[in-house]
C-alpha cells in the first residue's frame, strides 16, 4: 500500500496487464502442447507466490485473483486448483490490503459493498459452474478473460 501511494496508477495498470496477457497466453499455449497439467507446489515456491501476491494485490487493489491466477496458471498449476486457491486466499489479502489501503488513503465502504454483494452471488454461481464444465474448457476460459482484461488495461494505461 505504501509502494502504490508512490507510483503513477497508469504504470500499476501496466505492469498488471503484462502479467495477465502473458500468462493467460502461457496457458492456452501450453494446454494445447501439453495437455492438462497439474502439479504439486512446494513449500518455498508457495510462500514466494504468497509474498509476491500479498504485495501486488495491496499495490494493485485487486484482492488477489487478479494476480494469483495467472501465477497459477503460468507454473502449470490445473485450473480448477488455480481458480480454487485464487477464491479462497482472497478472503484475507483482500482484508489485509484493505486495511493497508484505509492506512494510507481513502476507501469508499459504501462502493464496496454495492459491489461486494453481487461479488459474493457470483463466486458462488462461477463456483458452480467451474465444476461443472470439462479443465481444458475452463483453462482456455479463464485463460481468454486474463488476455481480454489484460489487453483493456493495457489499453487504458497507456502512456
Known amino acids: 500500500s505504501f509502494t502504490f501511494s508512490l507510483m503513477p496508477a497508469g504504470k500499476i495498470?501496466?505492469?498488471i496487464a503484462v502479467l495477465a496477457v502473458v500468462s493467460g497466453a502461457n496457458s492456452i499455449y501450453r494446454s494445447n502442447r501439453l495437455g492438462p497439467a497439474v502439479r504439486s507446489l512446494g513449500p518455498w515456491t508457495l510462500l514466494a507466490v504468497g509474498m509476491g501476491t500479498g504485495f501486488l494485490s495491496a499495490l494493485?487493489?485487486?484482492?488477489?485473483?487478479?494476480v494469483l491466477l495467472p501465477i497459477l496458471l503460468w507454473m502449470s498449476l490445473?485450473?480448477?486448483?488455480?481458480?480454487?486457491l485464487a477464491q479462497v486466499v482472497?478472503?484475507?489479502v483482500g482484508l489485509f490490503a484493505t486495511a493497508g489501503n484505509l492506512a494510507f488513503g481513502r476507501v469508499d465502504l459504501a462502493l464496496a459493498v454495492l459491489v461486494g454483494g453481487p461479488m459474493v452471488v457470483g463466486s458462488i454461481l462461477g463456483?458452480?459452474?467451474?465444476?461443472?464444465?470439462?479443465?481444458?474448457t475452463l483453462k482456455i476460459?479463464?485463460?481468454?478473460?486474463?488476455i481480454s482484461a489484460g489487453a483493456y488495461y493495457a489499453l487504458i494505461s497507456w502512456p
Open 141 to 146: 476460459g479463464a485463460s481468454l478473460v486474463l
Open 127 to 136: 463456483a458452480i459452474m467451474a465444476h461443472r464444465v470439462s479443465a481444458g
Open 13 to 15: 495498470q501496466l505492469i
Open 60 to 66: 494493485t487493489g485487486s484482492s488477489g485473483p487478479m
Open 90 to 92: 482472497q478472503i484475507p
Open 78 to 84: 490445473g485450473a480448477v486448483e488455480a481458480v480454487g
